[in-house]
Structures are given as C-alpha cells and as structure tokens.
C-alpha cells in the first residue's frame, strides 16, 4: 500500500514541476480547449481538454476547474 502513496506522489510532484500556471496561460489553454471541442465536437470535450493541457504543460484537473468557474463562464460571454 505504501508503495501506491509514493508513486501518486512522484507523479503529483513531477506534474507540479512541469506546470505552468499562469494566469495568462491558463487562459490560453482553456481558448484551445473550447476551439479543439469546436473541432471534435462537445462529446470529445476530455480529448480537447488532455490535449491542450499537454500544448500548455497544465494539469488537465486545473483547466477543467477554470472551465468550470461561472465567473470564467460569465466574463468570458461578456467579451463576445
């Protein structure tokens, strides 16, 4: 069991090492997130999500959690 608790570790640390989050480009992430759903349609919206977040180094979880935000949603319907 302990072995499971290191290796979720390595992995969080290696993805926290590799992760650029800043607030400009998470922002760019998430626009190639919604173009690629454009592409593939709403169903592939995890591909569009996996594959932006390797484009952009970013953790899927965190694109998904700011796609999520309705402050995001709302904003973001403002400047169209």
């Known amino acids: 069991m302990a072995m499971k608790k290191m290796k979720t570790s390595f992995l969080d640390n290696y993805k926290n090492k590799i992760s650029d989050i800043s607030e400009n480009n998470l922002e760019e992430a998430v626009y190639y997130a919604f173009d690629l759903t454009d592409q593939y349609g709403l169903v592939k919206i995890n591909k569009a999500i996996s594959e932006s977040s390797i484009k952009y180094n970013i953790d899927e979880d ?9 402050s995001f949603v709302l904003t973001e319907r403002k400047k169209k």
């Open 62 to 70: 965190v694109i998904r959690e700011k796609i999520n935000d309705a």
